[in-house]
């Protein structure tokens, strides 16, 4: 039987990833390719799908698709500095309590127990009320987030503090910062990156919370979540002004937490 040769399997996990980051990259440019500016008025309120409108118009008669294709900047952006605030915090706290031990680990410890006694909604909702929407979120999900990336950062530093390598820096006179980054921190970037894709969706979870609940983007901004809230009364008469920022925002948080879920098996696969 003769032989064929097929081409090599993507590796595991690339392609949510990938996916992940495309969207990630293209998101921001949809506003430059939408046909019309998003708050101009092409017809009458609640227009049906049609040549002027493909996706046809929301409760103001402006185009839905355009929206759309402008919706998600904001909403991302927003997210992902929440995200990158609550790793950054949580991975100095668990790398703090994992080399360290003893009180430190325990003051840690005490203080992840007390901000995950609130949950994360409920504290951007309080915060909402006092902050701006993009404030709450970057807030709430520091709060919230940085203590579960702290104990995952913890859990590991703490095994590779006995590690040969580690142990050679040490002798070596090497400074603890010194060892933390050059050492413990290279051995946990995938662990890091797989934490920061659920941090990221949580992020994002609270932003279109907040925005569908009235405490975050304010008309007549373009976002997702705003526009679900703004569209829910004329539901029956064009469903798309509906559906049409429905299907992003929750195609968004699948492939993230797909994303993240193809890190951690990455990750788990490497130790």
């Known amino acids: 039987m003769p032989l064929t040769l097929r081409p090599p399997a993507p590796p595991r996990g690339v392609l949510p990833l990938a996916s992940a980051l495309t969207v990630l990259l293209l998101v921001p440019l949809g506003r430059f390719a939408a046909p019309h500016a998003p708050d101009e008025q092409i017809a009458p309120p609640w227009t049906t799908?049609?040549?002027?409108?493909?996706?046809?118009?929301?409760?103001?008669?402006?185009?839905?698709?355009?929206?759309?294709?402008?919706?998600?900047t904001q909403l991302l952006a927003v997210s992902l500095l929440a995200a990158t605030a609550a790793v950054l915090c949580g991975t100095a706290l668990g790398l703090a309590a994992g080399w360290k031990g003893g009180r430190t680990a325990l003051a840690v410890h005490w203080l992840c127990?007390?901000?995950?006694?609130?949950?994360?909604?409920?504290?951007?909702?309080?915060?909402?009320v006092a902050l701006p929407g993009a404030t709450a979120v970057v807030v709430a999900s520091l709060l919230s987030g940085a203590p579960l990336t702290a104990r995952v950062v913890e859990a590991q530093s703490a095994h590779l503090r006995g590690g040969g390598h580690v142990r050679a820096a040490v002798e070596r006179g090497e400074r603890t910062v010194g060892v933390l980054v050059r050492e413990v921190l290279p051995a946990l970037r995938g662990l890091v990156a797989a934490d920061a894709g659920l941090r990221l969706v949580t992020a994002l979870q609270i932003a279109a919370a907040l925005a569908v609940l009235g405490l975050g983007p304010q008309p007549p901004a373009a976002d997702w979540a705003l526009m679900l809230s703004e569209n829910l009364p004329g539901a029956a008469l064009n469903p798309m002004a509906l559906f049409a920022p429905a299907v992003p925002l929750a195609g968004c948080c699948w492939l993230l937490a797909a994303a993240a879920h193809a890190l951690t098996d990455r990750t788990e696969a490497a130790v």
């Open 49 to 72: 799908p049609g040549a002027t409108a493909l996706l046809g118009t929301d409760a103001l008669g402006r185009d839905v698709l355009s929206r759309v294709m402008s919706g998600g």
């Open 113 to 128: 127990d007390l901000l995950l006694a609130v949950p994360a909604l409920v504290l951007a909702l309080v915060l909402a």
